[in-house]
């Protein structure tokens, strides 16, 4: 009841799933959905052919369908994210669809490599390493910082840690996305995104992080040399192979770092001839 048939990608690799991607509007009972004017449709339609070749490229199999799906931005303070197979994107995005097809197209590139990831987690660790991080344990955290810890549902879970130098020594490290405060202020007016702030936490630390175990991003050193000079609130190595595959698909207004644009190329390559065999 929800699609309509925005249009369709077929994976070219052999072996591969055939890619469909579906537009989700309006929804009887669902306020955050929201209904999709033709005119955006028509232009998201244009930036997902151009897309075609560049995703098909990728050669990995796809899921049997990826649903685009339009709301308020209400659910998730306005931001783009991922479900499952769907990209969801919100109303504020359609001033990408009507005045910047560039910036669409990175928008969406990035979020295809989420469902891309969930679809084959069994190359998270693979493509992960190639900024540094490497598998341990989730970090239990204290009470008090359970109830701000801030989950992204594009990646939920932090069970990656980067060796980092910090306090004069090196540590394997994990960020993690903490609400500034255990309770929000909605009188203060802050958006979404300015009432939270990424830490890092010790990994494999075999106890409880407490408030006196976090540390700034300000004060580690090492994150940008392996990551390519990431910049941004969220640090997690999803988002950042996200920008990462964004580039190689599309290169974007900067040029990335080729050597890490090069390894991402050699892991779905890789991947790509497994699933050929």
């Known amino acids: 009841m929800l699609a309509a048939v925005l249009l ?23 306020r955050e959905l929201t209904k999709v004017d033709e005119f955006v449709k028509a232009r998201i ?6 897309l075609r070749p560049k995703l098909e490229a990728v050669g990995v199999s796809w899921p049997e369908k990826v649903w685009l799906v339009r ?31 560039g910036a669409l197209t990175g928008l969406l590139a990035h979020e295809f490599f989420h469902i891309l990831s969930r679809h084959h987690p069994e190359l998270k660790d693979a493509l992960y390493s190639i900024i540094g991080f490497k598998p341990c344990a989730e970090p239990q955290l204290s009470a008090d910082l359970a109830k701000r810890r801030i989950t992204n549902p594009d990646a939920p879970r932090n069970v990656h840690a980067i060796e980092l130098e910090a306090g004069g020594a090196k540590e394997r490290l994990v960020p993690v996305l903490l609400a500034r405060s255990a309770k929000y202020d909605a ?9 939270m ?37 969220l640090n997690h190595p999803e988002e950042i192979m996200a920008d990462n595959f964004m580039l190689l698909l599309t290169g974007g207004k900067r040029a990335g770092n080729p050597e890490i644009l090069g390894r991402l190329r050699d892991v779905l390559e890789k991947a790509q001839h497994r699933t050929e065999k």
């Open 71 to 101: 709301t308020s931005g209400a659910e998730e303070g306005g931001a783009p994210y991922t479900r499952g197979t769907a990209i969801v994107l919100p109303d504020r995005y359609d001033r990408y669809a009507s005045r910047s097809a």
């Open 45 to 50: 339609g244009k930036v997902i052919d151009s």
């Open 197 to 233: 702030e990424t830490y890092f936490v010790p990994a494999d630390a075999g106890r409880e992080i407490t408030a006196s175990d976090l540390i700034s991003v300000d004060d580690v050193g090492g994150f940008a040399e392996q990551t390519g000079g990431h910049a941004g609130n």
């Open 187 to 195: 009188a203060a007016g802050r958006e979404f995104f300015e009432a």
């Open 8 to 30: 369709r990608i077929s994976c070219a690799a052999a072996g591969a799933d055939p890619l469909r991607v579906e537009f989700a509007g309006a929804a009887e009972g669902r």
